[in-house]
């Protein structure tokens, strides 16, 4: 059934115009619609009727051109001659580069010359008369989709595609998996497979260790100096950007950058709402994953007064009172905590790696 | 002095365009003109297209200039490429710009800093690019919302809208991947959190993520194939669909606004040659103009102040470049509880939503409104005469209440921004702004549609009582009046040249039989959707009412067409040929259909 | 410069001028001007006068002993650069109460403020007024610039502009701040912000910061207008005005009829 059956009635041009649902007896003889009166009359432009104002607008169009083309040797002139440390002080722009503004301006003048120039003389000399296009439907008339369909099916009987549907079917299939090699070797060799790469991170291995056995615990390192920190270095209020120790000397230290990046504090020991955070931790110094949890950015803006910790890309907010635990924004886990504790030396070490894979979730973590 | 030329219908108009006969070729010109046409055969489809027929309206220069944008984002883009390094390759700078020196960075990064100081004009070309960048999805979504709010994309160019969705979707990535490839701290946590994004896909995100970095994050390889993602992929297919794009605007030709001679057969206008070639062929050098202007005077992505990418840094006010705002910002409101363990497994759709599933979900929404509609109003008629926005109060409405729904996501991406710039709280923002994307698009919906209906209205009223003169009338019985001049044809025909689709009648759910007709909850749908698209909606005035508020004592039909539930108009007294008592309410031709029809 | 000729008679270039006027005498005052070679040793007498404005000033809300109240934190220990940060900055004495304290006008001159110090500083051990051997900006810039990478953009922005903390607070913008400010902050960590003492930033590496920080205010434009250096957000909001505003006129007298 065709769609046509429900439409709406029309008002057009040959039914009878309805007034809500004849409350009006009749037109009165009148159309039912307004007809379309036609182009209006052309309104002549000062430049039409005057051949002083048409003048007038060739000479600014020149003057146009001509400014474009001054422009240009001024472009010219600017890469050649001003020195690229040289600086000029504009209005509302301050001290800049004198090259690069001169460069722009003149590009710009240059190009705005040309293309104002264009413009002015097709809105003041080009005839500015209306022109009527006619449209054509867009679908072809029916003889020539009928002779597309019996291409379509004269080709289909040459080819006995009909009667050889063992050809059809095998072509179909060899088709359907052309692709298959191409996307198994782009997909194959794009990357590695992520195993538990995401789940670890430098702070579980050891310096020096051997197949998973011996070593020393790494120490904490400022970022970016790689100096080891001392206990009594963090005093009440500091933070420390914290590196694992031989980070520089993996194979892909941005890599593990990304994922072993620690902010170490210090809180008032009294003030420190878990005890499990107050065990990883040592006289009141904790050290928290620089992570987000939500996306990944290092989260480092840390509030001294009320000990929260802000990632500055979408706004979740870390207690660092409280374990990390989020009290705003779009990340659902705390921030993992890193187990520390004091060598002989009195430098910050890391006990173990982090308990729970840390940044982003992923499918995966479970 | 201005003088006029007679009126002249649209088709005698169309009898000139053959008058001019072909020119006959003179000289060098006509001699090159016949070498390539006799090895080409072009002539026939140049004059074609000499003689093709733009309409002039600023807003369908919005097109163009993306397009143009396009051409200066492919020039200058490839002028970049001769000094861009794509490499993650580990350098020290060693380059003039003094705060660098001695920095370890990538040499992406490095090279983009030379780009900047030490190859002369390379910083405004790189402006250039990042300024026409900006500037191209600007004018790719200002030129969505025109053909979205004058209904240009109902048929036949259904089609030119998808490829035009396609091609915004695409920008936006190709934007993405541009903006990256600096390598700088900015683009650089742009890309950490792409990888986040991609790791929140449910079961195959890690998988994913490391293939597209070829491992963990960043890794090496990101930047190269980043790089042949900008410069190579992702231009051959935008070029290509926008090539298609074009070719369908020159097949449909141009749509037109409704206007004195515009039909639907028709399109009023100047010829390309010459009124367009130096209208269209001067607008690229102004739009190239402006952009390189406005890079030679504001700095766009200063990388040298950003410093190197660190995964340990990050600065405040860490956003993506305007137009993936809109992603950035949903992940900024979504909130937390939406991750959640099940199964075993992590579900993180407080990330998935905002920064995988949003983009294609609102295009998929958007590609398919134009059919939506078709099917509603099961019209299925070809349209070259635009709407006024007004005259399609629903879709208005819905349009800018999905604009709405964009904006505050939009907004929020820039939450920190205000909130220092505004001295507000951050927290209150983002509360703020996550009630504002439920509660927003309804009332925005609401009040579109009230002041479109109202729009309709002052037209319907300004073709019956003319347009106010400002000259006051005294009758002998000491009534005022306002003269009231009546519209010429011309400039009526613009205000009465609509029609208003009506809402579908519920046919019998079932036939003689009482046997339920095929198809019946599909058509009850319909019927409901098009009830809620249509049900509120003005008329155009009719011959027959302009005549009845001409005379007086023919009020009933005026007021027959006035029903406005239980709310009759009033109407005051006129003076014959179109004048109003003053402090008389005004006479609407006011349709609404009564709720009781479904 | 066609560019600032052409301009020299608009009505906005007096203005400009008066301006630059007026940032020159400031300029060439502030570089002139005799300072203190070095936060001299404080003497009894600073200590007394320092008690007596003290009294006047701050007792209100820090307590007759400076120990503290419910409207402000203990100053035993703050030491002498506390004070001279949050005095020579305006921030206190605390015009009125807010989420945080605001840089302000200046109330205390530098004897004032020298002689409050000495008397906080006699409270308890705390850290002094830094030598300006450390606070000149005479660092390494490219060092610095690192350095408050790691330390200080996340919440000051990459050039300082500043930026939003959580529930209004927000880390107030670092352009052309004394270098003796910025290091008395990083030392004693006023309000939200934690301490860099010398063990994590040493004096050195705070003057490489302040060197860094100098350079960004001073350093030309490479670019043109660097649209208040906030990234993506201000870039976003020219191109979605000026930008777009100025290629829609174009397009509109393009499509205008002529007259």
Redesign the interface.
């Known amino acids: 059934m065709s769609e046509h059956d429900n439409l709406p009635e029309r008002s057009s041009g040959s039914s009878p115009v309805d007034l809500s649902k004849g409350h009006v007896e009749g037109t009165g003889g009148l159309p039912a619609r307004f007809e379309n009166p036609g182009l209006p009359a052309h309104v002549h432009r000062h430049g039409d009727d005057d051949d002083a104002a048409a003048r007038r607008s060739e000479r600014q169009v020149a003057g146009l051109f001509v400014l474009s083309m001054l422009a240009t040797v001024g472009f010219a002139v600017a890469y050649f001659a001003i020195d690229k440390n040289s600086t000029v002080t504009l209005p509302l722009v301050g001290v800049t580069n004198a090259l690069h503004v001169a460069l722009g301006v003149t590009l710009g003048l240059s190009l705005l010359g040309i293309g104002l120039g264009a413009v002015h003389w097709a809105k003041t000399l080009m005839s500015d008369e209306e022109i009527v296009e006619e449209r054509h439907v867009l679908r072809s008339d029916d003889g020539a989709r009928q002779g597309a369909i019996d291409v379509l099916t004269e080709g289909g009987e040459s080819a006995q595609i009909r009667r050889r549907p063992l050809i059809v079917y095998t072509l179909g299939g060899a088709l359907g998996l052309f692709a298959v090699p191409l996307g198994l070797q782009l997909v194959g060799s794009l990357g590695p497979l992520p195993k538990n790469d995401l789940s670890t991170t430098l702070w579980s291995t050891r310096i020096g260790q051997r197949d998973g056995k011996g070593g020393r615990k790494r120490k904490l390192m400022r970022d970016p100096e790689g100096t080891a920190i001392r206990l009594t270095d963090v005093t009440l209020g500091s933070v420390f950007h914290v590196l694992p120790e031989g980070i520089n000397e993996t194979e892909h230290p941005l890599n593990e950058k990304v994922k072993a990046s620690v902010i170490l504090v210090r809180l008032e020991e009294s003030k420190i709402r878990s005890q499990r955070q107050r065990d990883w931790g040592i006289d009141g110094v904790v050290a928290y994953s620089k992570i987000c949890t939500h996306v990944g950015c290092p989260v480092g803006l840390y509030e001294q007064q009320t000990h929260h910790l802000l990632c500055p890309c979408h706004q979740s907010t870390f207690d660092m009172t409280d374990d990390c635990k989020v009290i705003f924004g779009p990340a659902k886990r705390p921030l993992p905590q890193l187990k520390i504790s004091v060598d002989t030396e009195g430098y910050l070490v890391a006990d173990q790696g982090f308990a729970e894979p840390v940044g982003p979730s992923f499918w995966e973590r479970g | 002095m201005s003088t006029e030329t007679p009126a002249r219908s649209a088709d005698a108009l169309r009898k000139d365009d053959d008058t001019s006969a072909p020119a006959k070729g003179a000289g060098a010109v006509g001699a090159v003109a016949s070498w390539v046409d006799e090895r080409t055969g072009t002539a026939k489809g140049f004059r074609y297209l000499m003689r093709k027929v733009f309409p002039d309206h600023w807003s369908f220069m919005l097109g163009e200039i993306a397009m143009y944008s396009l051409v200066i984002l492919l020039l200058t883009g490839t002028f970049l490429t001769f000094w861009f390094v794509p490499s993650a390759g580990h350098t020290v700078y060693d380059g003039s710009y003094e705060p660098l020196k001695g920095i370890a960075m990538s040499e992406a990064y490095a090279s983009t800093v030379d780009i900047s100081f030490d190859v002369r004009g390379g910083l405004i070309i790189r402006q250039i690019h990042h300024w026409a960048a900006l500037l191209f999805i600007v004018a790719i979504m200002l030129h969505m919302f025109r053909v979205f709010f004058t209904g240009a994309f109902r048929k036949p160019r259904e089609i030119n809208w998808i490829i035009g969705l396609t091609l915004l979707m695409l920008a936006l990535v190709e934007g993405f991947a541009g903006y990256s490839l600096p390598d700088d701290l900015l683009s650089g946590t742009g890309l950490r959190a792409a990888e986040g994004f991609m790791l929140s896909i449910p079961v195959l995100g890690s998988y994913i993520s490391y293939m597209v970095f070829g491992g963990g994050f960043p890794g090496e390889a990101i930047i190269p194939r980043l790089f042949t993602v900008h410069v190579l992929l992702l231009p051959a297919i935008i070029v290509g669909l926008f090539t298609a794009h074009i070719i369908l605007v020159m097949v449909h030709k141009h749509t037109q606004y409704p206007g004195p001679g515009r039909t639907e057969k028709n399109v009023v206008g100047f010829p390309m040659m010459p009124v367009y070639i130096a209208k269209a062929g001067g607008f690229f050098f102004i739009v190239f103009g402006i952009t390189a202007l406005i890079a030679g005077l504001v700095t766009i992505n200063p990388i040298w102040a950003y410093g190197p990418y660190e995964p340990t840094q990050v600065t405040a006010g860490s956003q993506p470049d305007w137009y993936m705002g809109f992603a950035d910002g949903a992940l900024r409101l979504l909130p937390g509880f939406l991750e959640f363990d099940l199964l075993g497994r992590t579900w993180s759709f407080n990330i998935f939503l905002g920064a995988i599933a949003l983009i294609p979900v609102l295009f998929t929404i958007a590609g398919a409104y134009p059919f939506l509609e078709a099917w509603i109003t099961g019209d299925k008629r070809e349209h070259h005469i635009l709407d006024r926005p007004r005259n399609a109060p629903t879709r208005t409405a819905l349009g800018m209440a999905a604009i709405s729904f964009y904006a505050v996501l939009f907004f929020a991406a820039g939450n920190d921004i205000m909130a220092i710039k505004l001295h507000l709280s951050i927290n209150d923002i983002t509360n703020i702004l996550r009630l504002s994307a439920v509660i927003l698009p309804p009332l925005v919906f609401w009040v579109t549609k009230r002041i479109c209906l109202s729009l309709q209205r002052r037209d319907r009223d300004l073709v019956l009582h003319g347009r106010e003169t400002g000259r006051i009338v005294r009758t002998a019985d000491g009534r005022f009046f306002e003269a009231h001049e009546p519209l010429d044809a011309h400039t009526r025909w613009r205000l009465v040249a609509f029609e208003s689709n009506r809402p579908l009648e519920l046919p019998e759910g079932s036939d003689s039989n009482g046997v339920r007709r095929m198809g019946a909850a599909k058509q009850r749908l319909r019927t409901r959707l098009s009830g809620f698209w249509f049900n509120d909606r003005i008329e155009a005035v009719t011959p027959a009412e302009l005549a009845a508020a001409h005379h007086r004592g023919e009020y009933e039909a005026l007021e027959a067409a006035a029903v406005e539930d239980s709310h009759p108009q009033e109407f005051g007294g006129h003076l014959h040929g179109g004048a109003e008592e003053i402090g008389t309410s005004h006479a609407y031709g006011h349709l609404e259909e009564e709720k009781s029809d479904r | ?4 000729a052409a ?1 020299r008679r608009h009505p ?2 007096i203005v ?1 001028v008066l301006l ?1 006027g007026l940032v020159v005498t400031g300029g060439l005052y502030t570089a002139l001007a005799p300072k203190d070679a070095k936060a001299a040793t404080a003497t009894a007498d600073d200590v007394k006068a320092g008690k007596d404005l003290f009294l006047a000033n701050c007792a209100s809300c820090h307590g007759t002993n400076a120990n503290g109240t419910a409207a402000g934190p203990s100053l035993v220990g703050v030491g002498a650069a506390a004070v001279d940060f949050q005095v020579g900055t305006g921030r206190m004495p605390l015009t009125q109460p807010g ?1 945080q304290a605001q840089r302000n006008k200046v109330t205390m001159d530098a004897t004032e403020t020298k002689q409050l110090a000495a008397y906080v500083a006699s409270l308890g051990p705390g850290p002094a007024v830094p030598a300006t051997e450390y606070t000149n900006g005479n660092g390494n ?3 610095g ?3 408050f ?3 200080c ?7 300082g ?11 107030p913008s670092l352009r052309n701040i004394e270098g003796k400010h910025i290091y008395e902050a990083m030392l004693t ?1 006023p ?7 010398d ?2 930033l040493s004096p050195q590496d705070k003057n490489d910061v302040i060197a ?1 920080l100098h ?2 205010d001073n ?9 208040g ?12 005005t ?3 505003g ?3 006129g ?10």
């Open positions: 410069m066609s560019f600032l301009r906005a270039a400009l630059l989420v810039i490219a060092k610039g690192e350095l990478r790691v330390n953009a996340m919440c000051h922005n990459f050039a502009s500043g930026g939003a903390l959580t529930r209004g607070k927000f880390a960590g309000q939200s912000m934690p301490v860099f003492n063990t994590n860094y350079n960004v350093e030309a434009n490479a670019g043109g207008h660097n649209l250096n906030l990234g993506p957000v201000s870039e976003g909001m020219f191109a979605w000026i930008g777009i100025l290629l829609i174009a397009a509109v007298w393009l499509g205008r009829k002529a007259a």
